[in-house]
């Protein structure tokens, strides 16, 4: 599997992730930048989650069918959204409970648009991406409350 670049202008890889794409701001997606994408790529997945939740990972964005663009810009709805863990269809930023947490964006490049319900979630779309990925990356951000 061929691995993707992902970078973001709002924060440096396992840097903080500024207050504005959290629940402490505006709660809005950071800016990504994917670099390496395959050209066979038909369509783009990201998933956004922390693996440092109490209670096992959160997942805070999941979005499919994305075109396999270079960059998905702040503030927007680059594909199909499903079911996070705050049981809503968009972006929910980071909120941690206490301590540092991290925060995984991960974007697979898949040879294929995925055949889903707007009310999948993450374990949905990763069943329906085997067999289909193409690359994938990471970024991992971090953020603490107070």
């Not at 061929?2 to 202008?9: E, G, R």
């Not at 207050?19 to 950071?30: A, F, L, Q, R």
């Not at 069918?65 to 996070?84: H, K, L, T």
Request: hydrophobic residues 35%; negative net charge; charged residues 20%.
């Amino acid at each position: 599997m061929d691995q993707l670049k992902i970078t973001s202008s709002a924060f440096k890889s396992n840097g903080f992730i500024p207050k504005k794409y959290t629940c402490d701001g505006d709660d809005v997606n950071p800016p990504l930048s994917i670099e390496g994408l395959p050209r066979q790529a038909v369509s783009l997945v990201l998933i956004v989650d922390d693996p440092d939740a109490p209670r096992g990972t959160w997942v805070h964005w999941v979005v499919w069918n994305i075109p396999p663009v270079r960059v998905i810009q702040e503030d927007s709805v680059p594909g199909i959204e499903g079911v996070n863990d705050f049981q809503r269809h968009s972006y929910g930023g980071p909120c941690p409970p206490s301590g540092t947490h991290r925060y995984f964006f991960k974007v697979y490049a898949l040879d294929t648009e995925l055949q889903l319900s707007q009310n999948a979630g993450k374990r949905d779309v990763e069943k329906a991406m085997e067999g289909h990925i193409l690359a994938m990356g990471e970024l991992v951000g971090l953020y603490s409350r107070g």
